[in-house]
């Protein structure tokens, strides 16, 4: 009898001692904090083309003398941008580069809400995409509390953040250092998302535009949709 | 003797369910990877006086205008430079905030290695603390590869990544909408830590000068120790 109970309290510490493995390593599992997806891209960028981003479904259709299919500092961040699938949140000092307005004009045609903070000054400079954006519809404001918005970052569906050194130009691309951080770490996109509302709110122009009407001869001939929002 | 066995077996299973208990949790705490430390910055940051962080010991002799003792965003920055114990790599586009130049001399004369690399044309107008540095003995280079050198970023003790939109002048701190990220995630501070390599040697001015030697009549006259190393 005394054998039969030192079997059974035996197999019966064998089993706990299974379970208690098997939860140790559910608990692990369960406990250790994911690292948050983080990229870091230099640039210059090499060129190449950006159709296969664009179009994926109608690859090599393109002609252009780049490098097709190539994946480059460049095409990582307009990866990252056209991956909004809900929201896209910009904040640039400048904003002339085609190849990211087309992103932002892609994701217009999507569906995705799209809010774009800009400098007052760069925003009409020759070559500023901010009349193109409106044009199309999307609402583009600009910071007038400041010397400079130089802020460079944008935030996709309120969880990734694009911040850096890099102004949303050409020559920043193709001619610069520069670098840019994208990262879904929350106490890194948390803070980012509260500036950008601050400047947002700061920036209505239901505030200020009564202050500075224009007179009649000053008003701009643009198309009526080619104003903040 | 059958009653003993049992309650010496019980006995044995309630320590060997302490000791597991324990040894979970010492797990627990060893295998789940600690936080990274990181903070951002926003600007422009209010004004305040430094004499604290510069000089701890002898709080208060400071009879300038500025609010003492306020921690701003500031002084938060001026606080991760003077962390520095042992190297301090900086990359910035300009340089010309004579504060953060003091702490860049402060740090100098604590014996921590210094290397700052800047934008080529920036470094050479009013106002910049190139030639101040380089006259302190810092070893100070200037990029000649690209159009701009336009990063942002210094390398605290190759553990401590600051970067973002700010640019080190004053109009940057004082006016500008501008973000600072400090952080310790090494996922961030590996890449930059290797862009900065890259660059300094890229930058060494014994690849460079000897194709464009000043003719004598050019040559500067500032004094001999103003000069990249």
Known sequence: ???????????????????SVELLGWLL???????ARTEVLFFPSEMACLEHIFAPSS??????PLPHGVETSFSRLVRCILSASSSLDVCVFAFSNMDLCQAVLTLRSRGVTIRVLCDKDYSAIHGSQIGVLRRAGICARCDV?????????????????????????????QS??????????PDLVRPFLKEFQSLWLHSDPAQYL??????????????????PC
């Open 1 to 19: 009898m005394s054998g039969m109970w030192t079997v059974k309290v035996v197999g019966l510490g064998v089993v706990a001692l299974s379970l």
């Open 29 to 35: 599992h369960r406990l250790r904090p994911k690292r």
């Open 59 to 64: 690859p090599q259709s393109c002609c252009c």
């Open 145 to 173: 509390g400041s010397v400079y918005m130089h802020h460079k970052f944008a935030v996709v569906d309120n969880r990734l953040l694009i911040t850096g050194s890099l102004n949303w130009t050409m020559t920043a691309v």
């Open 176 to 185: 610069n250092k520069e670098n840019v951080i994208i990262t879904e770490d």
């Open 210 to 227: 009564h202050l500075s009407d224009p007179k009649p001869a000053d008003k701009p001939t643009t198309p009526s949709t080619d104003k």
